[in-house]
């Protein structure tokens, strides 16, 4: 599919300001969106009718998405010889918002990963992952609805920014000699060698807009979260950088732990937000043991990446888990899964991970009504026990559908309510 510059031919496209960078959304936006490899093009079959008939079902014809397809992945290197064309990025920037399906890093060749090119291309610098439990999905907790958090997961940097040198290359011996004898760091000779680069302006930007966005929607709490015990420069400075942004920046509305106490009987007062942090193996307990008492993380990327799966693994998996790599210019919402490529083309996998991505997408955009009838349809086709196989087999008692039969049940119900 050749990418085609003016766009769909209907629609009007969504702006952003460039000062505060908030998102003018026309009646009737160009939204882009990716099928992806694999499943995708199930789930996004299964998905887009979900989202038109809720947008239809509230706005009752006075808005409505122009869709325009955007080439990636397998299907566009077929057609174009590129996994990612440029003027696919083009595109995205172009439409501000775009949704995909997952997306096959190609094996061998020395390819990295589609997903993290356009994060580090469009530069998509949060993952946003919000990770809530819907009534009656398959949870491995006794109270899976304590979990009420959103991951902020730096993208650009950490082990993802993908600088490291082969055992044995020229390029990772020239890395050991230059500690050596530069250094007076000792490497094992045959040592690979990574990069960890983590600095105080991606720290920044990501903990500001966790911080926003707590302000906006009412969290009490943000969350620093990082290993500084033992990296103190890059994991502990993460810490230091975001403490150093919410006192600067948000200093009427910040309180920390100290005060809590001395100052506020142990009480977030109204309008305020809590600033902690803690340290990532002690998050993954108190994940598990005191939920209620998490609300928004910022994390730097690799502990980011474990957090998200394991969160979403406590309310029903990662079938059922939205997201969302957002920048200052754009924003991108994904299906958190792979690809799937076993169940491609067989109409079977769950397309829960879309849906609720899409519902993320609609209050970016301000269409808030748009994404609470759609998890509300959601959870009321779950909680009638018609679902994917895979929330089927955990289900005893339920009906197995395929995701086109569920994506058609969410519409019906979406009418019914
Ligand atoms: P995967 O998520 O594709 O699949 C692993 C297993 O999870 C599947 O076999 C299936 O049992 C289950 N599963 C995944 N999605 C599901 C759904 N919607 N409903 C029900 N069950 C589901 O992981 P993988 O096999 O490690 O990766 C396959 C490909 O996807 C790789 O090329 C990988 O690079 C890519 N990938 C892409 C993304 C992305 O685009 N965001 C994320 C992860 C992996």
């Known amino acids: 599919m050749k990418q085609n510059f003016e766009g769909p031919g209907e629609g009007q496209w969504i702006t952003v300001d460039e000062k505060n960078h908030e998102l003018q959304v026309p009646e009737n936006p160009i939204i882009g969106y990716i099928e992806g490899d694999g499943v995708g093009p199930d789930i996004w079959a299964a998905s ?60 061998g060749g020395g390819f990295r990963s589609l997903n993290v090119t356009l994060r580090q291309e469009l530069d998509l610098y949060a993952c946003i992952r919000p990770v809530r439990y819907l009534t009656g999905t398959p949870s491995p907790m006794i109270r899976p609805e304590d979990v009420d958090m959103v991951v902020f997961r730096e993208n650009t940097e950490d082990v993802y920014a993908g600088i490291e040198w082969k055992s044995g290359s020229s390029e990772a011996t020239k890395v050991i000699h230059f500690l050596e004898t530069e250094m007076g760091v000792k490497l094992p000779s045959d040592a690979a060698v990574g990069v960890k680069p983590m600095s105080p302006t991606a720290t920044k930007r990501l903990v500001r807009m966790a911080m926003r966005f707590a302000l906006d929607n009412n969290r009490k709490r943000v969350t620093l979260v990082h290993k500084g015990n033992i990296m103190k420069f890059t994991e502990g400075a993460f810490r230091d950088w975001g403490y150093d942004l919410a006192r600067t920046e948000f200093s009427d509305v910040v309180i920390f732990e100290d005060d809590l106490s001395s100052k506020y009987h142990g009480e977030i007062p109204d309008g305020k937000i809590l600033v902690n942090d803690r340290i990532a193996d002690a998050m993954f307990q108190q994940a598990l043991l005191r939920p209620r008492e998490y609300d928004v993380l910022a994390m730097p990327n690799l502990n980011g990446d474990y957090m998200s799966d394991a969160l979403a693994a406590q309310v029903g998996g990662l079938g059922m888990a939205p997201g969302a790599n957002v920048g200052d210019a754009c924003a991108v919402f994904e299906a958190t899964h792979g690809s799937a490529p076993k169940y491609a083309g067989m109409d079977k996998v769950n397309p829960g ?65």
């Open 48 to 107: 887009r009718p979900v989202f038109d008939s809720v947008i239809e079902k509230v706005y009752r014809g006075t808005r409505r998405i122009q869709w325009w397809k955007i080439a990636a992945g397998e299907q566009s290197f077929k057609e174009c010889g590129s996994y990612f064309p440029e003027v696919s990025f083009d595109a995205i920037r172009k439409c501000v918002i775009a949704i995909k399906g997952p997306l096959t890093t190609p094996v």
């Open 353 to 417: 991970s879309m849906l609720l991505s899409g519902a993320m997408m609609f209050r970016r955009m301000g269409w808030h009504e748009a994404a609470n009838l759609l998890e509300k349809g959601l959870e009321r086709t779950i909680g009638s026990r018609v679902v994917t196989y895979d929330l089927s087999r955990l289900l005893p008692g339920s009906t197995e559908v395929s995701c086109s039969g569920f994506g058609r049940a969410i519409v019906d119900k979406i009418r019914e309510i």
